[in-house]
């Protein structure tokens, strides 16, 4: 009978332990592999294997992150009407298990990416340090709060193109990268001035400063800015078509924006930008499109 009790408990301990991981937003890591599409080696099994290496550490140490930050906001969690459900804020994932996990996810991960290559465990352990000190007071800082979050994702297109030791690859995308990762990093701090309304203070110190005013128009101005930035890497980057046929792709790139801020300042979404840019069917045909006609320029033209 006691071996019986204690499986389902293992067992319901590993399925909080996953959870608590986000396998789901590992789609973010996709950002990792920017460099080995956009520096046309999407083609070479070699360094689609280093990429392919690359974005399963970034997964490993971004779980380590995630299990590091809510054991840090746990208390806070608890207050908020969603995060009270994560697996360590409703008490189904025992405090022991998730830091052993979480200092495993992040030594395992930055001391694989060293043995792969240097600069990449260099960053890594970077992404790591940044997140924690998001936890441990950045996220309490006016702005800041959002340049941390912003900084993970043009480091992830960093390590892929350290990764795969690139050639071509314009530097325009990781200034496109910024301020996309600004944009969605702003709404997503909107949706939660929003939702938890006079509230928001205790869950997170900096929201206290922020009004709706500031947050409509930052997210403009950082959509204008990559936008622009995007238009700019069409005919400069060094690796595309004489004859600028990457333009064709600014129309799409321009109404998939549009897109996301109808459905920030219209629908009140952004508190989950990983859902919205999956289940929203005119979003996704926009990113589809765009997809197809990059490939076809940086592939099939000379």
């Known amino acids: 009978m006691r071996d019986q009790s204690v499986a389902p408990s293992r067992r319901g301990t590993l399925a909080s332990l996953v959870e608590a991981m986000r396998p789901l937003h590992w789609a973010r890591n996709a950002f990792v592999l920017t460099a080995l599409v956009f520096d046309k080696k999407l083609f070479s099994l070699h360094?689609?294997?280093?990429?392919?290496?690359?974005?399963?550490l970034f997964c490993l140490?971004?779980?380590?992150?995630?299990?590091?930050n809510d054991l840090l906001d746990m208390e806070r969690d608890r207050q908020h009407p969603v995060k009270k459900y994560r697996p360590l804020a409703s008490g189904r994932l025992p405090v022991a298990v998730a830091v052993v996990a979480?200092?495993?996810c992040l030594a395992a991960g930055s001391?694989?990416?060293?043995?792969l290559s240097p600069l990449l465990g260099g960053i890594l352990a970077l992404y790591a340090l940044v997140n924690v000190a998001y936890s441990l007071g950045?996220?309490?800082?006016?702005?800041?709060?959002a340049f941390a979050v912003a900084s993970g994702y043009v480091l992830r297109v960093a390590a892929g193109a350290v990764a795969i030791q690139v050639e071509r690859f314009s530097p325009w995308l990781y200034v496109f990268t910024g301020f996309f990762a600004m944009m969605v990093s702003l709404a997503k701090r909107r949706h939660e001035v929003l939702l938890l309304t006079e509230k928001a203070g205790s869950h997170r110190a900096s929201l206290n400063s922020y009004n709706l005013t500031f947050f409509?128009?930052?997210?403009?101005?950082?959509a204008g800015g990559a936008i622009v930035v995007y238009a700019l890497y069409t005919f400069f980057a060094p690796n595309l078509p004489a004859n600028h046929a990457m333009m064709l792709t600014i129309p799409l790139a321009a109404f998939a924006f549009l897109r996301y801020l109808y459905l920030v300042y219209s629908r009140g979404e952004g508190g989950a930008p990983d859902d919205l840019f999956w289940t929203d069917r005119p979003?996704?045909?926009a990113v589809?499109?765009?997809?197809?006609?990059?490939?076809?320029?940086?592939?099939?033209m000379p």
């Not at 360094?47 to 399963?56: E, I, K, P, S, Y």
């Not at 140490?61 to 590091?68: E, H, I, K, N, T």
């Not at 589809?288 to 099939?300: E, I, K, Q, R, S």
């Open 283 to 285: 979003l996704v045909v």
């Open 102 to 104: 979480a200092v495993f």
């Open 47 to 56: 360094w689609v294997l280093r990429a392919g290496l690359a974005f399963a």
């Open 288 to 300: 589809v499109l765009w997809g197809a006609v990059a490939a076809t320029v940086l592939y099939l």
């Open 111 to 115: 001391l694989l990416g060293l043995l």
């Open 138 to 145: 950045l996220k309490n800082v006016v702005v800041l709060d």
């Open 216 to 222: 409509d128009q930052t997210i403009s101005i950082m």
């Open 61 to 68: 140490v971004a779980s380590g992150v995630y299990l590091a």
